[in-house]
């Protein structure tokens, strides 16, 4: 028997299928981002891309699914071990990264099945990935603590509280948290009035939410990006709770108002017994700042801007030109106005960014000149942005997860 019935149908397909971009784009999205030679994290991404491509072998064609641990299923977890020079320092770095990359299989597996209908191929790679990594850094961590004793650990925890309540005293931080509530409250309220009154959810409603966190995390990335990566973390684990609370009914009088509410706003790309947009929007814009391996030294360099330019703005923008506007249509459904409008905004935030956000008409010509003088850092935003929207054409996965 065959997963392929357990993922995420497309269009008016009642099974799911495996397109090209879950192969070949998805589970390399990882491996591109953490590049870097042959550093311990980038060899286990691309580790983690070889299981998942040996998983589609093994689980998601039509002639059926193997079961047990074939001799392939370790291939993966072998290379790793063999092609990180770190892990010939220390046993622990790599039995952890073997057992990691062997866990691929057995993890996407039991996601796809447990929440089935739920995920394309393609999203499973990408969330087990980055579950896996996440974890995989988490661990590595805990490496190099003296002692594993529960005082100890406790203690540990307390003295980072203590920290973060005296970074979050200072004025600067105080504002930043006194608006992400107000945003936080606010999109809530436009949640319930749109329920409640039985208004009808259009791509320009959604892009409220888009408002929203470009509202928090440019101010965030600027001022105080350590701020910005611990609440975006617990936002997101406070996100994934409720969500998982909602998913198992346990507490019908709270779940059953959650469901009511959050189905209100899904799209076509919703599916199975799981409601993930507002997940996904949130992960999008924090990916760059938590896959990040550099200090946050002020000002941030432009890509850890990379999640809110190409969620935040480039894919709402492109979404309200071409539901206005476009005319010229892809096979994907897209528009080529929504194209060309997405890459103008992006390339105006980029700007204004570059420039303390700052947009005058001056700065705006000097960056057209800057182009037109084949300057190399200009091009690469210019190519960025062509790249994005090449991107959001041509994949048939949700948007806020794969564009950053």
């Not at 701020?227 to 406070?238: K, M, Q, R």
């Amino acid at each position: 028997m065959t997963n392929l019935n357990h993922l995420r149908p497309r269009g008016k397909t009642k099974t799911g299928e495996i397109s090209l971009s879950d192969l070949l784009f998805c589970p390399v999205l990882f491996p591109i981002a953490l590049y870097a030679g042959t550093s311990t994290p980038s060899v286990l991404s691309s580790s983690l891309t070889l299981s998942s491509w040996i998983v589609y072998l093994l689980d998601y064609r039509s002639t059926g699914s193997q079961t047990g641990f074939p001799f392939s299923s370790f291939l993966p977890a072998w290379l790793c071990i063999a092609t990180s020079s770190d892990l010939t320092t220390s046993r622990f770095r790599l039995y952890l990264s073997f057992w990691t990359v062997l866990l691929y299989r057995p993890l996407f597996n039991k996601i796809i099945l447990k929440f089935s209908k739920s995920f394309t191929f393609g999203e499973g790679s990408i969330i087990v990935q980055g579950i896996l990594l996440a974890l995989h850094s988490s661990l590595l961590r805990l490496e190099g603590m003296d002692s594993y004793r529960t005082f100890h650990m406790a203690r540990k925890v307390a003295d980072w509280l203590k920290w973060f309540q005296d970074h979050c005293s200072n004025p600067t931080s105080m504002s930043l948290l006194t608006s992400w509530v107000a945003l936080s409250v606010l999109s809530v309220l436009v949640v319930i009035l749109y329920k409640v009154l039985n208004w009808r959810v259009t791509t320009a409603t959604r892009k409220i939410f888009h408002l929203s966190v470009i509202l928090v995390y440019l101010p965030g990335l600027k001022y105080d990006p350590v701020l910005l990566y611990y609440c975006s973390i617990g936002a997101t684990l406070v996100f994934i709770l409720l969500e998982l609370l909602r998913w198992s009914e346990k507490l019908p009088f709270l779940t059953n108002g959650l469901s009511a509410y959050l189905k209100h706003f899904t799209d076509e790309k919703e599916g199975g017994s799981l409601i993930l947009t507002n997940i996904y929007l949130l992960v999008g814009v924090s990916l760059p700042l938590w896959l990040w391996p550099g200090s946050w030294s002020s000002p941030v360099p432009l890509s850890l801007y990379t999640g809110i330019l190409s969620v935040g703005i480039y894919d709402a923008a492109a979404s309200l030109v071409g539901s206005r506007f476009g005319r010229l249509r892809f096979s994907s459904g897209k528009s080529l106005e929504g194209m060309i409008g997405g890459c103008l905004a992006a390339l105006i935030a980029i700007i204004a960014i570059q420039n303390d956000y700052q947009l005058t008409e001056d700065i705006i010509t000097q960056f057209g000149e800057e182009i037109l003088a084949l300057n190399p850092r200009h091009l690469t935003f210019v190519a960025a942005c062509l790249v994005t929207s090449v991107a959001e054409v041509m994949v048939d996965q949700v948007d806020n997860l794969i564009l950053p």
